[in-house]
Antibody, heavy 115, light 107 residues
């Protein structure tokens, strides 16, 4: 069974950092492209970042709204993908989902940025 | 960036009705379009990938069509459990972009 479990969310102050983790199982992680997608409360979905597999040299792509502040990474030995979020803003408040190839999704983790 | 215009924003229909939801891309995205269903308080679930391929385990009353810039999600016979918000996503080019969603309710 495919599973994706996000952790690391919480309440933080504007300007601070947070690192999300997504633990996966049930599929061959090492050759899977992984994404982070977020959803602000009561709003629609926003794609955040993608990391390709080793065969594509772990190339990463980002939404303009997070470029330079967020970094996606992966550890194939642990079947985990991460999202390092720096210089957080109020508008980064959202539920963050990791997704496998934009097909299987985790249950999401809430990040609240507020003073 | 590619803009995805989804319509309608809200839809009310009766059980057994045929329902269609549309997404229009601001430029050609070939068939790189997915449809998702999101029920209240849950994560999105993939229904259709690459415009017309039914995801494993999804009922056959769901279908997708289209290519280029115009796409449609069809529910052939609406069921009570289909109450949800539906989103399209283009994954032809970065940044990937979602439609704004269609909230579907039962009349």
């Amino acid at each position: 069974e495919v599973q994706l479990v996000e952790t690391g969310g919480g309440l933080v102050r504007p300007g601070s950092s947070l690192k999300l983790s997504c633990a996966t199982s049930g599929f061959t992680f090492s050759n899977t492209w992984m994404n982070w997608v977020r959803q602000a409360p009561g709003k629609g979905l926003e794609w955040v970042a993608l990391i390709k597999d080793k065969y594509s040299n772990y190339e990463a792509n980002y939404a303009e709204s997070v470029k330079g502040r967020f970094t996606i990474s992966r550890d194939d030995s642990k079947s985990r993908v991460y999202l390092q979020m720096n210089t957080l803003r109020d508008q980064d408040t959202a539920t963050y989902y990791c997704t496998r190839n934009l097909r299987g999704w985790g249950q999401g983790v809430m990040v609240t940025v507020s003073s | 960036d590619i803009q995805m215009t989804q319509s309608p924003s809200f839809l009310s229909a009766s059980v057994g009705d045929r329902v269609t939801i549309n997404c229009k891309a601001s430029q050609n995205i070939n068939r790189y379009l997915n449809w998702y269903q999101q029920k209240l308080g849950e994560a999105p679930k993939l229904l259709i990938y690459n415009a017309n391929s039914l995801q494993t385990g999804i009922p056959s009353r769901f279908s997708g069509s289209g290519s280029g810039t115009d796409f449609t999600l069809t529910i052939s016979s609406l069921q009570p459990e289909d109450v949800a918000t539906y989103f399209c996503l283009q994954h032809n080019s970065w940044p990937f972009t979602f439609g704004s969603g269609t909230k579907l309710e039962i009349k």
